[in-house]
């Protein structure tokens, strides 16, 4: 006896199901490219300024690609993964947030041409991994080289990096800094990495950014404590206590009652002592300039301490962040000490000198001629007002992080969309020796990257079909450095034009962009759970 025949409600809901991971993969495909759309307008030198304001009222203007994606409200999953890509291009090399975000968002667009094409989504996530790893194999081939003793050109690649920035007319004052900050730390003929948190950025508003200055020392952000006590002390004996120097209190809450005027001297009496005992122990290892940790659960230092403080001629500096105390303690050589029994001479640092100086409206403590050069660098940012100040922090952290590529890996790449089109011409090439669905994927790619040059003319004012045209020409005719120079509105030798870029800022680009778009390739169902 034959089957029943199917009824036409199971072979709807069968079509649904084999329609829902296609209709996933769309929605996920169309919520990341808005995303990467968002911010394509402030790629490059001519893009646009974002204006982010939050939710408790602040107000954000930039053009870095990890800052506007951070305090982006993303709501689609999808849509998150570019947001935590570009954290992860951020933290790899610190440079190119935005071109990695651009890119995923075209390789996605060539994802959804190929996925109508019929191509199963595995084998375009397989051949983009292929195209991917070749992209990195030809930008080593076209590299240029570098020395860390070459300052000029570690210069070049400081300032490209600021030119897209809000302050990047200021790229000759800050990119000399950047540079000199990260060779200071590190020995140039050995070094294979750079630890950032050796060099602390303070922010301190007044002034220009014309004023920022590089410090062979430290650089507290508040004035010393207390009133009459000294404010420039030479040959520095430093000490940093852990510690509090003010009245001891229980651990639980408790009330004393005081029935009588003695008794209410005697604790006066004591309580003086008590701080007196701390002090005179201070001043006795030879102490003069003392700093102390921020405390919470009660005043790091009495009013009553920091004036006799001030009678001994101790400068105090208290509130230190527990985060900065390791920094502190590396630039002055000193050790934390936790408890009064172990302040002893040789737990204390040294320096030349301490100051406190006029900053704008406040006062800073600056210190200088400490006694192990090269450990710790300290970069002092002067601005008008808090906008100016957080995206000159954020453009110089920018700068420093790709100075450590290029520590990390010394070669630099021509920047103006030149190593994309090169990309892109090689990767259609190799694609002619591949065959069936392997060489559309990798076509697809090779497109793809053009995304870069097109928006970099776009943003410019440039006729970008021209333009990338123009480009493409110029490469087929073997000058793998032209690339579009914005500032003349032409494509010339990008080279010649001193814009480069690290190596591994491409490299990591180009692959954290294809394993993103690999990722949400081989997603088929969002499920929600509730927790």
């Known amino acids: 006896m034959p089957p029943a025949p199917k009824s036409n409600q199971t072979r709807k809901s069968e079509y649904k199901d084999k329609e829902k991971p296609t209709q996933i993969r769309f929605s996920n495909i169309t919520a990341a490219k808005a995303v990467a759309d968002a911010v394509r307008t402030s790629l490059g030198p001519r893009g646009m300024d974002k204006m982010i304001q939050a939710s408790n009222g602040d107000v954000t203007i930039t053009n870095d690609g990890a800052t506007i994606l951070k305090q982006m409200m993303v709501l689609h999953p999808a849509a998150k993964m570019l947001v935590e890509l570009s954290k992860a291009q951020d933290v ?41 790893a070749k992209s990195v194999e030809i930008l080593e081939s076209i590299v240029k080289p570098l020395e860390l003793s070459d300052r000029e050109s570690l210069l070049k690649s400081a300032s490209t990096s600021l030119n897209s920035k809000v302050v990047s007319q200021y790229s000759g004052i800050l990119s000399p800094i950047a540079v000199d900050a990260v060779l200071k730390v590190i020995n140039p003929s050995t070094a294979t990495n750079v630890d950032l948190r050796d060099i602390k950025v303070v922010k301190k508003i007044g002034g220009t950014i014309e004023d920022t200055e590089l410090i062979e020392g430290l650089v507290f952000n508040q004035k010393s404590a207390g009133t009459g006590g000294p404010n420039r002390v030479e040959k520095a004996k430093v ?21 009588d005027y003695s008794q209410m001297d005697r604790v006066l009496r004591e309580e003086r002592q008590y701080i007196l005992d701390i002090v005179k122990k201070i001043k006795k290892a030879g102490c003069n300039v003392l700093l102390i940790q921020k405390s919470v659960l009660r005043d790091a230092v009495s009013d009553l301490a920091l004036h006799f403080f001030a009678k001994m001629k101790i400068m105090v500096i208290k509130d ?23 302040f002893i001479p040789e737990n204390l640092g040294s320096a030349d000198l301490f100051e406190e100086i006029q900053t704008g409206p406040s006062k800073i403590v600056k210190v200088t001629g400490i006694p192990i050069q090269g450990k710790t660098m300290t970069v002092l940012i002067r601005g008008s007002n808090k906008l100016v ?7 110089i952290h920018d700068a420093l992080c790709v100075i450590r590529c290029l520590v990390k890996k010394k070669a630099l790449i021509a920047g103006g969309g030149a190593p994309e089109t090169e990309l892109s011409l090689q990767l259609m090439d190799h694609a002619n020796s591949l065959t069936g669905v392997e060489q559309y994927c990798f076509r697809a790619f090779a497109e ?57 800022v491409s490299t990591s680009a180009i692959h954290l962009a294809s394993e993103t778009v690999r990722s949400i390739m081989k997603i088929d169902d969002i499920v929600n759970c509730v927790r």
Do not use: W
């Open 92 to 132: 790899e090399a610190g440079d190119g947030t935005t071109t990695v975000v651009v890119i995923a968002g075209s390789l996605l667009d060539a994802c959804s041409k190929l996925l109508a094409k019929g191509i199963h989504p595995t084998s375009i996530s397989e051949a983009f991994q292929k195209a991917s």
């Open 239 to 259: 000490g940093l206590i852990q510690f509090c120097v003010s009245p001891p209190k229980t651990d639980m809450d408790n009330s004393v009652v005081v029935s």
């Open 320 to 342: 230190i962040e527990r985060d900065d105390v390791e920094f502190v303690c590396k630039g002055l050589g000193c050790r934390p000490i936790a408890s009064l029994d172990h």
């Open 389 to 395: 100040l957080e995206e000159a922090d954020r453009s």
């Open 448 to 504: 793809a990257l053009e995304v870069i040059p097109y928006t970099l003319a776009e943003n410019a004012g440039l006729n970008p079909i021209a333009t990338v045209t123009e480009l493409r020409n110029r490469h087929a005719k073997g000058e793998k450095t032209a690339g579009i120079n914005v500032r003349k509105g032409a494509i010339t030798n990008i080279l010649e034009e001193n814009v480069v870029q690290p190596l591994l």
